[in-house]
Structure formats: structure tokens, C-alpha cells
């Protein structure tokens, strides 16, 4: 994933994106679709600023936001599993736990 740190080229890469999508006859959501400030430089800016982090997105199932390392205190691009998601598979789980209820304990354990 490339990150560009500078607007123009960031505005210049949506609008050639939505070109070659319309090339396979797709688009880009337009409420899902945005700008954001992100990466590290934006992190180093914001923090100059007195801002908190760089805002959050979710791409494929994962948030990605902005981190350090441990080890070096180097900029890292850190991805955890988006909370609808797995809200969603947990919920699924439980009621097909619930529905199992009345089987073998063995058969249950098999599924899980």
C-alpha cells in the first residue's frame, strides 16, 4: 500500500483511480471515498500541531492507523480487525452456539 504525502498528487491519483475504474465499469463509493491526512509524515505534523493522531480508515475488513514501533520508535502502519466485522462473526457464533445447545458436547467441539 503507497501512501502520498502530497495533496496534489493525492487529488491527481483519486481522479485517474475513478478513470481507470470506470475503464471496468466501476466507481468508488462516494460517501466512503476521502482524503485523509496519513502516514508519517502526517503523524509528525500533527503532533507538531498539538493534534492528535492521524484519523483511522478501514480497508478490507482491517482499521489501519497510524503507530510506532517498539523497538526503534520508527513510524509502522498498524491494522487490527475492523469492530463491525468482528462484532458481526461474534454475534453469528454465539447463536449458532445457542442453537447447538442440546448436542453432544463432542459434536459441538468438531464445529468449534
Not at 81 to 97: C, G, M, P
Request: hydrophobic content about 40%; some cysteine; overall charge positive.
Amino acid at each position: 500500500m503507497k501512501f502520498i504525502e502530497n495533496p496534489m498528487e493525492a487529488e491527481r491519483f483519486l481522479e485517474a483511480f475513478r478513470e481507470r475504474l470506470a475503464n471496468f465499469g466501476l466507481e468508488l463509493h462516494p460517501e466512503k471515498t476521502r482524503l485523509i491526512e496519513f502516514g508519517r509524515v502526517a503523524a509528525q505534523d500533527r503532533e507538531g500541531r498539538g493534534e492528535r493522531k492521524p484519523e483511522t480508515f478501514t480497508f478490507l475488513g482491517f482499521s489501519h492507523y497510524c503507530g510506532k514501533r517498539r523497538s526503534n520508535g520508527a513510524f509502522t502502519v498498524w491494522r487490527k480487525t475492523a469492530k463491525k466485522r468482528i462484532v458481526a462473526k461474534l454475534n453469528a457464533t454465539k447463536a449458532e452456539l445457542h442453537r447447538r445447545m442440546h448436542e453432544p458436547i463432542a459434536e459441538v467441539g468438531v464445529w468449534v
